[in-house]
């Protein structure tokens, strides 16, 4: 693809988030051949986009590393994308019209002390967090009837929308994350459920794939500011007037109202 139209495509994706409306995927017709390499290039020219209507990045995200995740929306292999700080949700609560078609996923969430980068294992990663979050994840993927290849939600910074992090801090040592259940409560009716270990085995794994994606730009996985690890379960459609509950094994319960 020429720079042109990474640029292109680029405007094409971010228009469809600004305005909440969805778009035709690019894969669709115009770009079917869409490389990761390429995505990547594109969401990196929406984040710009974002920042030049004067959004700020909070943290990176990992995203598809579950295999509920994988079944859910047909794509099997990790990705990280952005947050931005507009998009953390204040007071727990959703307004679904900032949306188009939200979702919400359970999430476990890694706080670093230490800079990491590169060919990072579980222990070096567990050794260097600070500590852990229960979290929520709002998605809200651009792509009509969020229908997308791998490439499409790359390019469409991982569908990355809204975020709600738990206030209470767990000492990673005092957490078997493999083990470590969220259930998925939707209006009282438990809908999804799923452990630390359907994200890659182990979610400190998710943080070393982020390590070695940031590495290949010449960045360390930052300190201070929580890092999601990716849906534990598959994500659940949210409409004005639910009443979200996920709790944990072990790590606070996230309570979501959703308005209009
Ligand atoms: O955490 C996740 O797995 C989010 C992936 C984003 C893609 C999507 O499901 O829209
Ligand atoms: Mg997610």
């Given at each position: 693809m020429k720079q042109s139209e990474i640029l292109e495509a680029a405007q094409y994706v971010y228009h469809g988030e600004k305005y909440k409306h969805e778009i035709v995927k690019l894969?669709?017709?115009?770009?079917?051949?869409?490389?990761v390499e390429e995505a990547y290039q594109i969401q990196k020219e929406v984040l710009k986009l974002r920042e030049a209507d004067g959004h700020t990045i909070y943290a990176p995200k990992m995203g598809l590393t579950s295999k509920a995740k994988w079944e859910q929306m047909g794509v099997d292999s990790p990705i990280v994308g952005y947050v931005f700080k507009d998009m953390l949700e204040e007071n727990f609560t959703v307004k679904?019209?900032?949306?188009?078609h939200p979702r919400i996923e359970p999430e476990i969430s890694f706080v670093m002390k230490n800079e990491i980068s590169g060919d990072v294992t579980i222990e070096e990663v567990l050794e260097n967090t600070d500590y852990i979050l229960s979290s929520a994840e709002v998605i809200d993927s651009r792509y009509l009837n969020f229908d997308f290849t791998l490439t499409d939600v790359i390019a469409d910074n991982t569908s990355a929308s809204g975020a709600v992090f738990g206030v209470e801090k767990y000492p990673v040592e005092q957490l078997d994350l493999v083990t470590e259940k969220a259930v998925f409560k939707l209006n009282g009716d438990v809908v999804v459920e799923g452990t630390g270990?359907?994200?890659?085995?182990?979610?400190a794994l998710a943080i070393a794939e982020l390590a070695k994606h940031l590495a290949k730009e010449g960045k360390t996985v930052p300190t201070g500011v929580p890092i999601m690890t990716g849906g534990m379960t598959s994500a659940v459609l949210i409409k004005p007037g639910d009443e979200v509950e996920i709790s944990y094994t072990n790590l606070e319960t996230i309570k979501i109202k959703v308005e209009k």
């Open positions: 894969t669709d017709d115009k770009w079917p051949n869409l490389t679904v019209s900032d949306y188009i270990e359907a994200v890659l085995g182990h979610p």
